[in-house]
């Protein structure tokens, strides 16, 4: 019998795809960040998008843009941003359907050609997420201010969210960078979650994955929160551990010791 088996779970509690009906979107921060989100559907622009690593900024876009109805909207989602500028703009022209030039002046008029066709003519709205943007090189984060200016910067076309780690927020705001901070529209921080909405977030976990009785003691989920610090990414990983030890003790319900000895075991 599988861990999840002997607990009658469906899945393990936070899983990597969550969305929809699985994503706790009961938080003040998604709640904040939500607002922000829809603020540039509606009227597009640059995004600033911060969290230390673990509090789920992936997960809150991938909930919140796969809530937009297509073919009305255009998500082009980039994460590998440790590599040349060119190169960022050669993936950028590849998933909006453009044949990518070597040429930087090309590529670029190329991308805003079919960027202003998709809004134009399809009626579709454009929308790039580029994640891990902390690793993004100075060159790129100056180039994009220019990258951003459509028609004598008459329109704007495109909706942008920088996703990253703190580092990200003071790079931009150095002097170097000022041209690209006042196209920063909305800037939102993500923290961990508090006590509270951390204990929400649990229940709401465990009911997800095909819990019908209370798996967890609340001594248990206090511990959870101290060592996890409320940071969903290492709960989840304390979660699974906290599983296996109760079900090796053919426990069918998780206390504090149990979750005690998974971050002791984590620890190792």
Known sequence: MSDRDRFGLTAY???????????FDKTPGYTRLRRCFRQLVEDPGLGLLTAEPGVGKTAAMRNLTGELPRPDHHVV????????????????AVEIGVKPSHRRSLLWADIKRALTQMVDERGSAPIVVIDEAQHL???????LAGFLNFAFDSRDLLTMWLVGHPPLARRL??????ALRTRIAVDVRLEPLDKDSFALAVDHALKASGATQKLLSDPAVEMLFRASRGVLRIAAKILRTALRIAGDKDQRFIDEHVVAAAVEEIAC
């Open 173 to 178: 705001a150095m002097q170097q960078h000022a």
């Open 13 to 23: 509690p936070f899983p990597k795809s969550t969305q929809g009906k699985t994503f």
């Open 137 to 143: 090189s100075d060159t790129f984060l100056l180039d």
């Open 77 to 92: 989602y980039v994460c590998d941003t440790a590599v040349a500028p060119l190169d960022l703009y050669r993936t950028l």
